[in-house]
C-alpha cells in the first residue's frame, strides 16, 4: 500500500505566494503564522528574511507536526538598510523616492519544515532590481493605480510597477513577486514532496 504524501501547507496570509504556489498544481491548505517581524538590531536584510521565512515554518508546524510546512519572507535592502511593506501611501511615496535611480536587492527567502520527520532547511533567492530616476509625478500615478502598500519596497514587479524599473537580475524567476519557485521545489522534494512525483 503506497503511503500517501504529507499534508502541505502555506504559512503565510499573502495572496502572491498562494497563487504562485497554485501554480505547482499540489493540494495546500494556508494558516497564518503569527511571527513578529521587528527587525533585530543591526540585522542585516539576508539574515532577516532567512530568519522570517523560517520562523513563520516553524510556527505554523508546531500546530501540524506531520505536515509539511513553507514559510517565505522578502525583504528590500538599500544600502544594507532593511526596507519592508509600507502600509500607508505616504510611507510608499518615501521608499520610492529614496530607491529612485538605485540598486536595490530584494532578498527573498523560503524555508521548509517538517516536524515529524525533523526536516528543516532554508534557501535564499536576491534579485538584483535596478530603479529608474522617477519623477515626483511619477511615482503619484503608480502608487495612486496600483496601491502596492502590502508590497515590500512599494515596488509591485507583475503589475504596473514593471515600469518604475530599468532591469531585473534574478536566478529564481518568481522571487521577486514573493516565493521563489525554483527554490521551493527543491526543498519540497527533500522533504519528500515532489511535484512532478504523483500520477
Known amino acids: 500500500m503506497l503511503q500517501s504524501p504529507p499534508a502541505l501547507i502555506l504559512g503565510s496570509t499573502s495572496r502572491y505566494r498562494r497563487e504562485l504556489l497554485e501554480r505547482l498544481r499540489m493540494p495546500f491548505t494556508v494558516q497564518s503564522p503569527e511571527v513578529d517581524e521587528t527587525p533585530r538590531p543591526g540585522e542585516a536584510p539576508a539574515a532577516l528574511a532567512v530568519r522570517l521565512a523560517l520562523a513563520?515554518?516553524?510556527?505554523?508546524?508546531?500546530?501540524?507536526?506531520?505536515?509539511?510546512?513553507?514559510?517565505?519572507?522578502?525583504?528590500?535592502?538599500?544600502?544594507?538598510?532593511?526596507?519592508?511593506?509600507?502600509?500607508?501611501?505616504?510611507?510608499?511615496?518615501?521608499?520610492?523616492?529614496?530607491?529612485?535611480?538605485?540598486?536595490?536587492?530584494?532578498?527573498?527567502?523560503?524555508?521548509?519544515?517538517?516536524?515529524?520527520?525533523?526536516?528543516?532547511?532554508?534557501?535564499?533567492?536576491?534579485?538584483?532590481?535596478?530603479?529608474?530616476?522617477?519623477?515626483?509625478?511619477?511615482?503619484?500615478?503608480?502608487?495612486?493605480?496600483?496601491?502596492?502598500?502590502?508590497?515590500?519596497?512599494?515596488?509591485?514587479?507583475?503589475?504596473?510597477?514593471?515600469?518604475?524599473?530599468?532591469?531585473?537580475e534574478s536566478d529564481d524567476p518568481t522571487a521577486l513577486i514573493g516565493l521563489p519557485l525554483i527554490r521551493t521545489c527543491e526543498l519540497l522534494r527533500q522533504a519528500g514532496i515532489n511535484p512532478l512525483g504523483r500520477s
Open 56 to 168: 513563520k515554518a516553524q510556527a505554523v508546524a508546531s500546530q501540524h507536526p506531520d505536515a509539511v510546512v513553507i514559510g517565505s519572507d522578502q525583504v528590500a535592502d538599500l544600502e544594507g538598510k532593511p526596507i519592508g511593506k509600507p502600509g500607508t501611501h505616504e510611507r510608499a511615496v518615501e521608499q520610492l523616492r529614496a530607491m529612485r535611480g538605485k540598486q536595490i536587492v530584494f532578498q527573498t527567502a523560503v524555508a521548509v519544515v517538517c516536524l515529524s520527520r525533523g526536516f528543516a532547511a532554508q534557501s535564499l533567492a536576491p534579485v538584483v532590481v535596478r530603479f529608474r530616476d522617477l519623477s515626483d509625478v511619477e511615482i503619484e500615478t503608480y502608487l495612486r493605480a496600483e496601491t502596492p502598500y502590502d508590497c515590500a519596497g512599494s515596488a509591485k514587479s507583475e503589475g504596473l510597477g514593471i515600469s518604475l524599473l530599468s532591469a531585473i
